[in-house]
């Protein structure tokens, strides 16, 4: 099939007849006649987290206080063995991940880590378009070591308003930076920077760099060891499908074990020590170190069973899937929606784009309301931007042929008027 030719629903019928991972589809819970295309903010419950929640619950209902070390999955070490299957979705080794924290608090873990000024390097370099998150959590922790964020701030500049190029990152990383924290994929564009030559060009000037894997892990293959990344972090309730608020995860790459973590807390402790009270932290030799308090167990619990999902399907298979999807998705918006005032803002090549598609529209506020009232459920980011995300673990392409089609449907019929074209409360 080549971008020229009239794509139609039998095109679609057949993508999905051939799928070698249409079988997951019946791992979640998936309601009928309703496409879900915002798997990219919130993964779907499936009925593997389901149970490794219920089995949490279980072990506490059965004992107590001794599920720590007795139930069927014990909790002292459940950060630890999450972290372990979660290693290979980042090309990590096991001992360099840990499941912990938000990706909020881990932010600020590693930035307070890493973040070292002196003399003439006191500055962070980010980018204009990353997630507000990350800007407040670095504004915050220069402000700590008493730096003013808009001097010791850096973010560089979009030539489009919704991509980055690399070489003016690189450009960007000057004598006065001290450490770089950048978007693996960028939130609203969904475009993939090269974390590879970005790393290799931060150590030949000798900065530490960080990367936030929020838009890209469980969507797409990651090799932050070999690639030599200094840190990362992620939320594990988008393509991981943990759930709601579920805790995330963070990888240190081994050369830094044995550093002082920047925030201590006694969950950072080496295992056999923990209970000996000390009032000297005697940290873990591995990420563990950067763990803060007690873990967060029954949001950790459905992570456990939906990374049984990954490991079956595995992640290359999924990024396969993905791209499929995504291509197909925009070659439909080509071929269906021209001349409606959308604009594909994500990259069209494989290697530069994530896991959803992005589209620019005057009136997107309102269009995916319309979406939402015909059962389609849509992301929108203001000021004008509309997400779709059709995830590999569920989304089939018959369902990114209807979504299309429904979106037609609202532009032709011009069913978006009866909408304010402004966000609701959550967007």
Same mark, same amino acid.
């Given at each position: 099939?080549?971008?020229?030719?009239?794509?139609?629903?039998?095109?679609?019928?057949?993508?999905?007849? %051939?799928?070698?991972?249409?079988?997951?589809?019946?791992?979640?819970?998936?309601?009928?006649?309703?496409?879900?295309? !915002?798997? +990219?903010?919130?993964?779907?419950?499936?009925?593997?987290?389901? =149970? /490794?929640?219920?089995?949490?619950?279980?072990?506490?209902?059965?004992?107590?206080?001794?599920?720590?070390? +007795?139930?069927?999955?014990?909790?002292?070490?459940?950060?630890?063995?999450?972290?372990?299957?979660?290693?290979?979705?980042?090309?990590?080794?096991?001992?360099?991940? $840990?499941?912990?924290? %938000?990706?909020?608090?881990?932010?600020?873990?590693? $930035?307070?880590?890493?973040?070292?000024?002196?003399?003439?390097?006191?500055?962070?370099?980010?980018?204009?378009?990353?997630?507000?998150? !990350?800007?407040?959590?670095? #504004?915050?922790?220069?402000?700590?070591?008493?730096?003013?964020?808009?001097?010791?701030?850096?973010?560089?500049?979009?030539?489009?308003?919704?991509?980055?190029?690399?070489?003016?990152?690189?450009?960007?990383?000057?004598?006065?930076?001290?450490?770089?924290?950048?978007?693996?994929?960028?939130?609203?564009?969904?475009?993939?920077?090269?974390?590879?030559? *970005?790393?290799?060009?931060?150590?030949?000037?000798?900065?530490v760099i960080g990367f936030d894997l929020a838009h890209s892990?469980?969507?797409?293959?990651?090799?932050?060891?070999?690639?030599?990344?200094?840190?990362?972090?992620?939320?594990?309730?988008?393509?991981?499908?943990?759930?709601?608020?579920?805790?995330?995860?963070?990888?240190?790459?081994?050369?830094?074990?044995?550093?002082?973590?920047?925030?201590?807390?006694?969950?950072?402790?080496?295992?056999?020590?923990?209970?000996?009270?000390?009032?000297?932290?005697?940290?873990?030799?591995?990420?563990?170190?950067?763990?803060?308090?007690?873990?967060? $167990?029954?949001?950790?619990?459905?992570?456990?069973?939906?990374?049984?999902?990954?490991?079956?399907?595995?992640?290359?298979?999924?990024? =396969?899937?993905?791209?499929?999807?995504?291509?197909?998705?925009?070659?439909?918006?080509?071929?269906? *929606?021209?001349?409606?005032?959308?604009? $594909?803002?994500?990259? #069209?090549?494989?290697?530069?784009?994530?896991?959803?598609? %992005?589209?620019?529209?005057?009136?997107?506020?309102?269009?995916?309301?319309? *979406?939402?009232?015909?059962?389609?459920?849509?992301?929108?980011?203001?000021? +004008?931007?509309?997400?779709?995300?059709?995830? /590999?673990?569920?989304?089939?392409?018959?369902?990114?042929?209807?979504?299309?089609?429904?979106?037609?449907?609202?532009?032709? +019929?011009?069913?978006?008027?009866?909408?304010?074209?402004?966000? !609701?409360?959550?967007?």
């Amino acid at each position: 099939m080549t971008k020229k030719e009239n794509l139609t629903l039998d095109h679609a019928k057949e993508l999905d007849k %051939s799928d070698s991972l249409a079988r997951f589809r019946d791992e979640f819970y998936i309601k009928d006649d309703h496409f879900y295309m !915002d798997g +990219n903010s919130l993964g779907l419950l499936s009925k593997r987290a389901e =149970k /490794a929640l219920y089995t949490s619950l279980e072990d506490w209902k059965e004992h107590g206080i001794d599920g720590w070390m +007795n139930g069927e999955e014990p909790w002292y070490y459940y950060s630890e063995k999450l972290g372990a299957k979660t290693a290979p979705l980042v090309g990590a080794k096991n001992e360099e991940v $840990i499941v912990t924290g %938000s990706i909020t608090t881990n932010l600020h873990q590693l $930035i307070s880590t890493f973040y070292s000024p002196e003399g003439n390097r006191t500055k962070i370099l980010a980018d204009e378009l990353t997630f507000p998150s !990350d800007i407040y959590a670095i #504004q915050s922790q220069l402000e700590l070591k008493g730096y003013n964020h808009e001097e010791h701030l850096v973010q560089v500049k979009s030539r489009d308003g919704y991509t980055l190029l690399e070489e003016d990152i690189i450009e960007a990383m000057e004598d006065d930076i001290a450490l770089i924290l950048l978007p693996s994929v960028l939130y609203r564009s969904g475009q993939l920077l090269d974390m590879k030559r *970005l790393t290799e060009e931060a150590h030949k000037r000798g900065i530490v760099i960080g990367f936030d894997l929020a838009h890209s892990i469980g969507a797409l293959p990651h090799q932050l060891h070999e690639d030599g990344v200094d840190f990362a972090v992620w939320c594990n309730y988008k393509y991981l499908n943990s759930g709601p608020g579920g805790v995330g995860g963070l990888f240190v790459h081994e050369r830094h074990f044995g550093k002082k973590p920047g925030l201590a807390g006694w969950f950072g402790s080496k295992k056999d020590k923990q209970f000996d009270m000390e009032h000297v932290l005697t940290p873990a030799e591995s990420a563990g170190a950067f763990q803060i308090g007690t873990p967060h $167990i029954l949001s950790s619990a459905p992570l456990l069973g939906s990374l049984e999902l990954f490991e079956e399907a595995g992640i290359e298979e999924l990024r =396969k899937k993905s791209l499929s999807l995504t291509r197909f998705m925009m070659d439909l918006v080509t071929q269906e *929606l021209t001349g409606c005032g959308f604009t $594909i803002c994500n990259p #069209q090549e494989d290697e530069r784009r994530g896991g959803h598609i %992005s589209m620019q529209h005057d009136e997107a506020a309102r269009i995916c309301k319309a *979406l939402k009232a015909n059962k389609v459920t849509p992301d929108f980011r203001a000021p +004008n931007n509309i997400r779709l995300a059709p995830v /590999a673990m569920y989304s089939s392409f018959e369902d990114v042929w209807n979504t299309v089609q429904i979106l037609k449907k609202i532009m032709e +019929n011009e069913e978006y008027k009866q909408f304010e074209n402004v966000r !609701d409360v959550v967007a």
